[in-house]
């Protein structure tokens, strides 16, 4: 069962354990909290998250905020994260395809439950295309290093 790193602010929370809940008999989840809606700052988050990637303790990951906005942001400060803000199910996909994105970014308060579900699903089953994409995606970690 392969692993996924999740994580959240206090915005973020109660998608991320409906996200957990659903997916919870394909994958195996690394909680990196927050674990409630008590207010906590996002950017501790996203780095965690980008953190664990780099430790290897899992290879894809999925960050939630209010707008999934913050979080993003917070994890792209490392080179090795590409990570995504998706609110359509095409955006999923083609941030696979084409970006080889290994962090979803979710905003709780933008996209309903069903939609996110929708969006996660699409994100974790959808390979990377590679071939012409590759030169493209090698620059986005060259320009942070």
């Known amino acids: 069962m392969e692993k996924l790193l999740i994580a959240c602010d206090h915005g973020g929370y109660e998608l991320k354990e409906a996200i957990k809940s659903h997916f919870s008999d394909s994958y195996e989840f690394i909680d990196l ?4 809606t008590d207010s906590v700052d ?4 996203g780095n965690n998250l980008a ?3 780099k430790e290897g303790r899992a290879d894809r990951g999925i960050l939630i905020c209010g707008s999934g906005i913050g979080i993003s942001i917070a994890a792209n400060r490392h080179a090795h994260i590409r990570a995504a ?6 955006m999923a996909k083609l941030t696979r395809l084409h970006n080889d994105a290994n962090v979803l970014a979710l905003g709780a308060r933008i996209i309903g439950n069903q ?3 929708d969006i996660t699903d699409t994100f974790l089953k959808t390979e990377y295309e590679g071939g012409r ?5 090698s620059q986005l970690s060259e320009i942070c290093s």
């Open 42 to 45: 996002y950017p501790e988050f």
């Open 85 to 90: 803000l998706c609110t359509d199910v095409t």
């Open 51 to 53: 953190l664990a990637i």
């Open 115 to 117: 939609v996110a579900l």
């Open 33 to 36: 909290g927050t674990n409630s």
């Open 133 to 137: 994409h590759d030169r493209r995606v």
